[in-house]
């Protein structure tokens, strides 16, 4: 490890991961970060449940969007509270990379792009019932037997047609969702998930993604571990693709270089029962000589285990080495820092993008229709209750004003993956660009040649993209040449936190 790392706004070639596999790779860079800022307010989300389907953006080429807007529902229910974070931030960079495409002269000339997007619920399940929406285009109907009442043949309205999908965030979803949309021939590119098993080109052929394998991040964590000078730790994972397979690259890395014992690898459930929380922080402390712990976990158990730790009065006990769903989000440790204090986590290497920032924070009750969710968002950021017709107002809520504004009367921070979400869209723009020139030279918007797009020519066009990010990182998807990454650490100061940079690690990986 250096002694230092490159400053906040500073940048790496980014990554784009396409479903192959290769024999050798280039350096990992991952800086550290610490944990010291200003106090982190948990807010809880509104408990109304009202969840629209999907967002409609109209378009001459439409791409589907797949986002955990909500977390994974309680008791047999689909959707639970809204993610504010890694749900609507990252949907609204999606939303934001369209129209900074649309209203490029040079990027898909006279072709504008619309979106369907869906949110995913946090559940594969779910993501896959909804995923449907985006195959029906494809799946022939019979009409032929159907007559209006005058006799005459129906006029049936051409379905919408999506060439290409942004997302999924989990792996698990994205793996789920991926089984469906390469029997379509549907290209997906995903902006988080990093399960090595999505690596797999056979299996996950019209898969691709702009951020690297977990195999990285263990190899990162081991390092990270021998580092500080730990020779025995436990595991502990959410169970499900992410989960178990970054737990167990870990392990196969750490039994590979050797020096590193594994107390106990503990798994979460999917399906967690009441008081299965407090069972996992008791049977760490079954080894309690095992301080360190290893974390591959979604941040809503993330935020359950130290809520855990802190109930049975282990605060300062466990010393989190955390992967990137952890990574720099606020959700998981609001409230809970003291307990998450030390911690080392995870992020792949991001420039934070200017543009969004002013965008998303003049995002208004007004000028932001479009997004379905936007209401449920402001009443959860603003801790305030908006008037509907019919529905009594609570009286312990204040009443939403309309006037406020995110940033200033509520806190901000961009997410951590918006920038792979934009770049993401970008991927799939700039394909279609260039499939558009090569077949459509002489044309003003969408040729007979690209109506329909045909998926696996697009996909070989993803493939081959190569075009300059946001903030001039070089982009391409043909085989991943680069992974970049920030670490972060977690420290307090006089009841003051904050993630900060603390290092860089750099190693050397074979995917």
């Not at 490890?1 to 940048?11: C, E, I, N």
């Not at 469906?180 to 021939?185: A, D, G, P, T, W």
């Not at 300062?316 to 998981?332: C, I, N, T, Y």
Request: with cysteine; net charge neutral.
């Amino acid at each position: 490890m250096t002694s230092s790392g490159p400053a906040l706004d500073s940048f790496y070639p980014n990554v784009i991961h396409a479903g192959r596999r290769s024999t050798l790779w280039p350096h990992l860079l991952l800086p550290l970060w610490i944990w010291i800022g200003e106090p982190v307010v948990q807010v809880r989300a509104s408990h109304q449940h009202f969840h629209p389907h999907s967002i409609k953006l109209p378009g001459d080429i439409t791409l589907g969007g797949l986002f955990p807007i909500h977390a994974r529902g309680l008791h047999g229910i689909n959707c639970g509270e809204l993610k504010k974070e890694k749900g609507i931030h990252r949907m609204e960079a999606m939303l934001y990379a369209l129209d900074q495409i649309n209203s490029d002269p040079e990027l898909l000339p006279n072709i504008t792009l619309g979106a369907r997007i869906l949110d995913t619920c946090s559940r594969d399940t779910y993501a896959l019932e909804q995923s449907l929406t985006f195959v029906q285009a494809l799946i022939q109907k019979d009409t032929s037997d159907i007559r209006c009442s005058n006799g005459e043949p129906p006029i049936i309205r051409k379905p919408e047609r999506v060439v290409g999908v942004i997302g999924a965030s989990a792996s698990s979803v994205s793996i789920m969702v991926a089984n469906i949309l390469r029997l379509f021939e549907i290209p997906q590119v995903s902006y988080a998930s990093t399960a090595p098993e999505l690596s797999d080109n056979n299996r996950y052929d019209f898969f691709s993604r702009v951020v690297p394998p977990d195999s990285y991040q263990a190899q990162t964590m081991l390092d990270i571990v021998k580092a500080l000078g730990w020779n025995y730790v436990s595991t502990l994972a959410s169970e499900g693709n992410y989960g178990e397979s970054g737990v167990e690259a870990f392990m196969q890395i750490s039994r590979e270089a050797g020096g590193v014992c594994i107390a106990q690898s503990v798994k979460i459930p999917r399906e967690p029962t009441a008081g299965e929380f407090d069972k996992i922080i008791k049977r760490l402390m079954e080894t309690s000589n095992a301080r360190g712990v290893i974390i591959f976990a979604n941040e809503d158990d993330i935020k359950r285990v130290l809520e855990a730790a802190k109930q049975a009065n282990l605060t300062g006990h466990f010393l989190f080495v955390g992967s990137d769903s952890w990574g720099a989000k606020s959700s998981p440790i609001a409230e809970l820092e003291d307990v998450a204090e030390g911690a080392v986590t995870i992020l792949p290497k991001r420039a934070s993008i200017d543009g969004f920032d002013h965008y998303f924070m003049s995002r208004s009750l007004e000028n932001n229709r479009r997004n379905i969710w936007f209401a449920e968002f402001w009443e959860d950021d603003f801790r305030c209750k908006l008037t509907r017709p019919g529905i009594k107002l609570d009286p312990d809520k204040k009443k939403c004003t309309g006037g406020e504004r995110i940033g200033q009367d509520s806190s901000y921070e961009q997410e951590g993956k918006v920038q792979f979400v934009i770049d993401a869209v970008y991927a799939v723009a700039y394909a279609l660009h260039n499939m558009h020139q090569d077949l459509c030279p002489n044309s003003h918007g969408v040729c007979n040649s690209m109506d329909p797009v045909e998926g696996r020519l697009l996909l070989d066009y993803i493939r081959a993209v190569n075009f300059n990010g946001k903030k001039n990182l070089k982009i391409r998807l043909m085989e991943v040449l680069w992974t970049n990454g920030r670490t972060h650490r977690q420290t307090g100061q006089t009841n003051k936190w904050i993630y900060r940079q603390a290092d860089r690690h750099e190693g050397r990986m074979v995917d």
